[in-house]
């Protein structure tokens, strides 16, 4: 046991066997100097060095240190490896005490020790090889002959008499020149593991470094969506019970109004009687003498306040608008339908403007990530792609399934468009435009107003943008275009629904200013 634990910590990590002339690099990792050379030769172009083990960054290639004391360590384990390793064989001809044998021959099948082996027949029938049990596994299962070659055609060892029979005709080789090509490629299939394990690994160790920013960004993440959901819930529980007690009031409204108006029919009623009592009264004197005729006559003010009261609530339901409280729910029900958790665990797309379809009066920047409108011709080569009639462009990236966003600053612009269009966009028409005809979908600010379009067909917005940063949400599938005002939180402004035919890309329109594209991380 305690031998396999040190042969464990004598093998090379590359090559997966004893140290050969054993060398270490800065970290103090050791290697076979064959092995580490090879593997640094594989790095070489790269930009840099590492090491395979502890992934210790290198600007230079490194130098190598002979490890002197490792390799005398290797040699003494090594010198006494055969004498445990024989100590399993023992030779045929020794019968008074066993003795280790240091050689077997396949032709006699027996196993010798040093003693015998010096007098054994050296003629080339005599095959040696190290001390084995299973000699039989070394000769052939037809001729009971050694097996000395190695059919490359039906990839199995044969002795010489398969040559001339069964795999006559066939390729073959020598079996050290049939291993020594095996080994070289499986050096070279054990070299492109390695390259293999140590991308692995850094893919590892990258996500592990990310997992951990992830984890300290959750606490505050955490925190700041459940008071977020915790107020809002408050909020719609206070809705809810205002408009409840809104819906129960009106009909206590109404009673009370039915209650009042009882009490004014009754006193209507008492004042009818007493001036039928004055009226069949035949004493001139004491219907001249009654003091408060004119009470019983005045009724007009009364009965208009009636009638106002008695139309509002016939009318307008009590001052409850249920139908503009149910369009804010079903407005606030899509919103919440729409949220998705990707924008918190993804990036945006990674959007580039592509030149080839840009105006002539619009600068790209380096980056492609910036568009302004210009008032010098760029003489551009005029293209099919290139839109000729607005100052508009187009994203080199189109997205035909999944779920994706990006977002732009339009601050620097007070005339603009922003959305997805089709590739078969017209480019020349005057329904060219983004959202003037049926390929395209946008959202845009003209006269300090904002709005949607498409194919022409305009949504004015009820109010304006509080932030200068838009969200533009695609789900292909869903057959959805969003918008959104990146204020906090994030305000929902308007959802195109229909089924999408052709791959998206992202489309800018810029009359005045620029517009920018905000950050980028490929996704979805």
Known sequence: MASAKLRAELECSVCLNIYTDPVNLRCGHNFCRVCIDRVLDTQEGSGGYSCPECREKFPDRPALQRNITLR???????????????????????????????????????????????????????????????????????????????????????????????????????????????????????????????????????????????????????????????????????????????????????????????????????????????????????????????????????????????????????????????HTLHTLSDIIREVNVDFYIQGAADILLDVNTTNNYLHISDDRKTVSRSDRNQNRPETPERFQRYTQVLSSQSFSSGRHYWEVDVGGSDDWRVGMCYPSIDRRGDQSAIGNNNNSWCFYRNDNKYAVRHDSNKILLPSNISSNRVRIYLDYEAGRISFYDLCDPIRHLHTFTTTFTEPLHAGIYVWEGCIKICGGNQEM
Do not use: W
């Open 72 to 326: 005398n360590i290797v040699e003494n384990f090594l010198s006494v490896q055969p004498d445990q390793e024989e100590s399993k064989v023992f030779c045929t001809h020794c019968v008074d005490s066993p003795v280790p044998a240091v050689r077997s021959c396949l032709h006699c099948e027996v196993s010798l020790c040093d003693k015998h082996l010096r007098v054994h027949k050296k003629s080339p029938e005599h095959v040696l090889c190290d001390p084995t049990l299973s000699m039989e596994s070394r000769k052939c299962s037809v001729h009971k002959k050694i097996l000395e070659y190695y059919c490359t055609e039906d990839n199995t060892c044969i002795c010489m008499f398969c040559v001339t029979g069964k795999h006559k005709g066939h390729q073959v080789e020598m079996l050290d020149e049939a291993s020594g090509k095996k080994k070289k490629k499986l050096r070279n299939v054990l070299q492109k593991l390695l390259t293999k394990r140590m991308e692995t690994e850094e893919r590892v160790q990258s996500l592990q470094e990310h997992r951990r920013k992830v984890e300290e960004e959750a606490a505050g993440d955490t925190e700041r969506v459940t008071v977020l959901f915790r107020d809002l819930r408050r909020r719609l529980e206070d809705l809810e019970k205002r408009v409840l007690r809104e819906i129960s009031g009106r009909a206590e409204r109404i009673s009370i109004s039915i209650r009042d108006l009882e009490i004014k029919k009754e006193e209507l009623s008492r004042k009818m009687r007493h001036i039928e009592e004055l009226c069949n009264t035949a004493d001139p004197l004491t219907v001249l003498q009654e003091s408060d005729t004119g009470d019983l006559c005045d009724t007009e003010d009364g009965d208009n306040e009636d009638r106002e009261r008695h139309e509002k609530l016939l009318h307008d339901g009590g001052g409850l608008d249920v139908a503009g409280i149910s």
